[in-house]
């Protein structure tokens, strides 16, 4: 096998010689990703932009499928010394390709090496250290960021004589019975693990697992079973049961659609479904911070950012390896990222970029296109920058399937939230070993 | 049953020469390796590699959702097998009988089977939209409060149906096959014989039938535990949530999406012993009453 | 069985809001030749050199590659374990049958590996031939042999007819229906390819229909609505050739074939 791969290096290696020799020494490198549709067509423009804003570097875009596919193939590529130089991994997959030592290059890394200025305190905060390691060194380089808001129907809120709550008590005794009275569902949301979860942890500032929500390395243990987040399911629960709250699945789009149609009247969705729901609804919409629960603060903080982030592969070229550091200068300057921004509803990662698109006028058309980056911008505590934890993929599908056994009827909060402890440690465990610590 | 052969020290290895080296290529190459990783535990980027013995195997089974879905692994696999295979017996049987505008028919029924998978989720999931789906509301008029996705008992109703939509054709296709292929003088002398045609099926037909159905009733066993994965992602939106999987979609889940490749291969070389025992037993039980000519 | 068909043609008249909303169309739309259009001629990608014709021709390359393949090899090795006797013909159909147990999902990183190690990754050679290792066309092949009658292979010898002669006079021809039929069946399969071709081909000039459909499809946290029209298009044009090879191989399926050569 080694000797196998040892020829076929040799001969990758003389074969990029001998097409390194014209004097238009061009670099090129590749770039996976799992932007379909039109977000896949705003990325080849990207891509585009950057060839053509110089004639050192090349980059071109592969589309590779889903997150899942686009990690997997990526994997399967390393293996085989195949791998592009950068690839785009989402949020509950990023655990896997960090813990792997020696899979990537950290994004601050490569970009000082090639002497390009890398400032931490450029981005935003809410933004900064999701991809980051323990020491605060920016490993992926934030790609398409969002965070969970309260997008609502005006028309209906109107109706019911309400304006949108700040609080989850506000919701219970005034909002939702209400919008009820007035023929409207008052509530659904579109992911139960990342909204319900995660961001009610980061938006109340309580720690979601030890080892520093898991940063440090070592196995960390999920602080799920906890009286905060069971509160809250018990409260979900019955609020399903009163008809102030509907719940139509895991499928992200089946609990966005009631409210597009108008049978919602408030959707807890991402920053990043501005544009669909722009396009869908016939009524006006605005936006507003993910609601909090009084009794447990006073002072509600920053949420968390869910979507994927880019990472420069190992095993590359210092050419290509400049590359892509070059790449990712001409990704985070104010006017890409802003475009970015624009056509995707995505949030710019940079307070540069921020300052660009309010100086536009952007937000002045677009209030609801704000309510992201404004929520990420909020005062953070000790547990709101991330976390960090191995076989997310799989933690996630226990939540989803022990609340959907709450929602059924099936098991109590207490039971649920049991079986997610015990499961969702087993797992972190698992994944601590398969990462040899 | 016994063939007459042919003897020849050279051209039976000379006609598998093509078929084996593929196969061991392809298929016994990789999967010795997907074996061997059921017993480590390793990161998917191959850094880290700890051999760890049957934990993996231990660890899958005693997961609180692995019984169940081994439960409804049998109950999917036995429905979708059972009635693909009648619809499309059925079917096949009417088409043979029918001479004029036979082949519109086939035709038009091959269409279904041409739907790229994808599309054919598509349809299936917006068939049974909760919200604007003509099946969900068809049955809600019965005052069937259909719910795709939340209701276990829909989700695997809307699971069983397209998988055995996406394979009446491929059944179909087969039966057909099979049927004209039975000489005509057969068919003639059994209409003489006995007059009732559905008893005429049941004695000349359908033996005559046995080796095609031997063969997709292995098909479909395999098909509705192996293939039907993309019809289940598509239909759960790959969130599978409360809602039942099959073994092998677990197997997706696990290893594909979550890098979990001990895991995933020691889930999968149990699926593989299960079914290679299943098979055997199905060969031996079976095959022995399958006349061939 | 159909009516899901006429569904999906209807709903590809229309514009992509509409069936986000209203869901499958059951009429026809404004938007037909747009969708067409936009499906098979505009060039998409990253290079724009892969458009609705060029997917449409890899799906070819793959459907035709993968079934003549599988065929060809399969008859062979049917023929090897149903007509001869030798030592290993029993292991050696096991070999080929424990095949149908584990799906290409599970195997998918260490076939890859060997792909790459034999530099074919991004050749029509490795997207078709690791998909043929599998073993439902012996299966069948041997199923229909078994039932062919012990008179024709004694007539053959009796007239001097060696192996070759006779799979190539006898058990061919025969076989007709059963090529048809497995052709049919192959040719989807291999046409309909989703997860190798995606994990394996980093060109986008390989790109097939069904990734180009899953591309059109894919839409993360409702940002946008998908081309639906457009994906339905895609995916009526791809139904095309498959129900053009059924057309084709009609006539082998015509009553009367087997008897002639009884």
Known sequence: MSIRNYIVGAMATAMSVTTALPALAQTEITWWHAMGGQLGETVNEIAEKFNASQSDYKITPVFKGTYEETMTAGIAAFRGGEQPNVIQVFDAGAATLIGAKGAVIPAQTLMKDNGVPFDINDYISGVRYFYADTDGTMIGMPFNSSTPIMYYNEDALKKAGVTPPKTWEEFQSVTAPKLKAAGYVPLSQSHLPWIFTENFYSRHNLEFATMDNGYESGTPVMLLNQDPIKGHFAAVKEWLDNDLFAWYGTGWTDNQKPFNEGQVAMWLGSSGSFGGVKSAAKFPFNATYLPYWESLTKDPTQTFIGGAALFAMAGHSEDENKAVAEFFRFLTSPEVQYFWHKETGYVPITTAAYDLAKKDGYYKETPQAEVGIKQLSLPGGDWTKGYRLGFYVQIRDVMNREYGKIFAGEKTVDEAFETIEIESNKLLERFARSMGN | ?293 | MLVPVLMAFLTSSHDSATVHSGGLQMTLGDDLAKNYYNAMLVPGGFTKSVDGMRMLMNSFILGIGFAVGKIIISMLAAYAIVYFRFRFATFAFWLIFTTLLLPLEVRILPSYEIVQGLGLLNTYTGLIVPLIASATGTFFFRQFYKSVPNELIEAARIDGAGPVKFFIDILVPLSKTMIAAIFIIMFVFGWNQYLWPTIMTTDERFFTMVRGISQIMQVFIGSQIPEYGEAMALAIIAMLPPVAIVVFFQRWFVKGLVESDK
């Open chain 2, 1 to 293: 049953m016994n063939k007459s052969q042919f003897r020849s020290p050279l051209y039976p290895y000379l006609l598998l020469l093509p078929q084996l080296s593929i196969v061991v290529i392809f298929f016994y190459w990789p999967a010795a390796e997907a074996i061997r990783s059921s017993f480590y535990l390793e990161d998917p980027f191959g850094f880290s590699s700890t051999f760890v013995g049957f934990d993996n195997f231990e660890d899958m089974v005693s997961r609180s959702d692995y019984v169940a879905s081994a439960r409804f692994t049998i109950i999917f696999s036995v429905l979708v097998t059972f009635f693909s295979l009648a619809a499309a017996l059925l079917l096949a049987v009417t088409a043979d009988r029918v001479i004029k505008g036979a082949s519109t028919y086939k035709t038009l029924l091959m269409w279904v089977y041409a739907i790229a998978p994808p599309v054919a989720g598509l349809i299936g999931i917006m068939l049974f939209d909760n919200l604007v789906g003509p099946i969900a509301e068809f049955f809600r008029s019965f005052g069937w409060d259909f719910k795709l996705g939340v209701n276990r008992f829909d989700t695997a109703f809307a699971m069983i149906t397209v998988s055995i939509w996406k394979q009446i054709p491929v059944n179909f296709i087969f039966f057909l096959s099979g049927l004209q292929g039975i000489p005509k003088s057969v068919q003639e002398a059994a209409a003489i014989d006995c007059a009732s045609s559905t008893r005429r099926f049941w004695t000349i037909t359908f033996p005559l039938l046995a080796p095609t159905g031997f063969f997709l009733l292995i098909i479909n066993i395999t098909y509705s535990l192996f293939d039907t994965f993309g019809v289940i992602d598509v239909v759960l939106k790959g969130e599978p949530g409360n809602n039942p999987v099959t073994l092998v979609y677990k197997v997706f889940l696990d290893g594909f999406r979550g890098g979990d490749l001990g895991g995933s291969s020691a889930q999968s070389v149990i699926l593989m012993v299960l079914v290679l025992i299943l098979t055997v037993f199905q060969f031996r039980l079976i095959e022995r009453r399958v006349h061939y000519n």
